[in-house]
C-alpha cells in the first residue's frame, strides 16, 4: 500500500520496527525481507520512530497482525492529530473481544468512528507490487474521508471505490480467510474444482448472512470487498490462507504449517472469533465452524469433509 500511494504521487513515511529495514528502504530503495526485488520510489522513505512518521500527516494506514493491533495502536496514539483519518487495511477479527479493526481503532484512539476507513479487495500483494491491475473498496462513515483517500491512492493501476459499508467491507475481508483455509484444505487432499467452487460459493452465503445480521448491505458482499476477495484469496498460489490450508489437507498439523508458511494467516487466528459472533447473531456458518473444529483438533480432516458433505 505504501508503494500504491508513492506511486499515486503522495510522499509516504513507513514505520519500521528494525533500524536495517529502515535503512534499506532510506539507502537501498528495497526492502530486504518483503519483495526484495522491486525497488521502491523515491518519494517513500521509512523510520524507526512513530511520532516521527505520525508528524501532520493527513492518513495514518495501518498494516498489521489484527491480533497485535491494540497494543501496537496505544503506543501510537498519542502521536496521531486530530486530523488524521485512520485507514485499516487489517482482515481478521480479534480474539476474546470479537471486536472488528475499526472497532479496535475508535476504542483505542477515542477518534470518532467517521474519521476511520477501512480498505479492502482483492488486492494480492505480488500483483501489486508488479504493477499489475487491482482495485479496492474504501469504507468509512464520512464518504467525504473515503473519497479523499480514494483520490490519494489512484493509480494508473490500482481502482479504489468508495463506500459506507464499514461492517461489510470489513467482515468481508475477514471470513473470507476462512473460506481459502477450506478451499485450500479440499485442494491438499485432491479435491477439485467443483469442491473449491462449492466452498466459494457457499461460503459467500454464509458470510454474506453474518454481516447483513451485523448491519451490514447484502450488495457490499458481492462487490469488490466480499465476492471479489474471496476469489482471489480462495484461487491464488499466492494466497497465504490458500496455502496454509493446502498444508493443512497434506496432512500437517497446525504448528508444521505454521512453521512453513511462515507469514501472518490471519484466518487460522480469526476463525473462532467469528463463530462466535455468529453464535451472537444466531447465524448458521457451517463451513467456519468445520475449519475452527478442525484447527483447535476437534475433528479429523475426513470428519470435517463428512460434517459439510452430509449436512441436511
Not at 126 to 140: F, K, L, N, V
Request: hydrophobic content about 40%; some cysteine.
Amino acid at each position: 500500500m505504501a508503494k500504491i500511494l508513492a506511486d499515486a504521487g503522495t510522499s509516504v513515511t513507513m514505520h519500521a520496527r528494525r533500524g536495517e529495514i529502515a535503512d534499506g528502504i532510506n539507502t537501498e530503495r528495497r526492502n530486504r525481507d518483503y519483495f526484495p526485488d522491486v525497488e521502491l520510489p523515491a518519494s517513500l522513505n521509512a523510520t524507526t520512530n512513530a511520532a516521527a512518521a505520525l508528524d501532520g500527516a493527513d492518513f495514518l494506514v495501518l498494516s498489521i497482525p489484527a491480533q497485535t493491533l491494540k497494543p501496537n495502536l496505544a503506543a501510537w496514539a498519542p502521536h496521531i492529530e486530530e486530523h488524521t483519518v485512520i485507514v485499516s487495511l487489517m482482515k481478521g477479527i480479534e480474539q476474546g473481544s470479537h471486536l472488528r479493526a475499526s472497532q479496535i481503532i475508535t476504542e483505542v484512539t477515542g477518534v470518532s468512528a467517521d474519521r476511520v476507513a477501512v480498505l479492502s479487495g482483492p488486492n494480492l500483494a505480488r500483483e501489486i507490487m508488479d504493477g499489475q491491475p487491482a482495485a479496492a473498496t474504501i469504507a468509512c462513515l464520512d464518504e467525504s474521508a473515503a473519497r479523499r483517500f480514494q483520490q490519494t491512492c489512484h493509480t494508473t493501476y490500482f481502482r479504489p471505490y468508495t463506500s459506507t459499508d464499514v461492517t461489510g467491507c470489513e467482515l468481508g475481508g475477514a471470513v473470507k480467510n476462512v473460506i481459502a483455509l477450506a478451499v485450500g484444505i479440499a485442494s491438499g487432499m485432491g479435491f477439485g474444482h467443483n469442491a473449491q467452487a462449492m466452498l466459494i460459493t457457499r461460503g459467500l452465503a454464509e458470510t454474506t448472512r453474518l454481516a447483513v445480521a451485523m448491519g451490514a448491505t447484502r450488495t457490499t458482499l458481492s462487490g469488490l470487498s466480499g465476492l471479489g476477495d474471496l476469489v482471489a484469496t480462495c484461487s491464488s498460489s499466492l494466497s497465504r490462507n490458500r496455502t496454509f490450508g493446502i498444508h493443512l489437507g497434506q496432512g500437517l498439523s497446525v504448528q508444521e504449517a505454521t512453521a512453513v508458511t511462515r507469514q501472518t494467516t490471519e484466518g487460522v487466528k480469526s476463525a473462532q472469533a467469528i463463530l462466535a459472533l455468529a453464535r451472537a447473531h444466531e447465524i448458521e456458518m457451517p463451513i467456519t465452524k468445520t475449519v475452527s473444529n478442525l484447527l483447535n483438533e476437534k475433528i479429523t480432516l475426513e470428519e470435517a469433509v463428512a460434517t459439510l458433505t452430509q449436512r441436511r
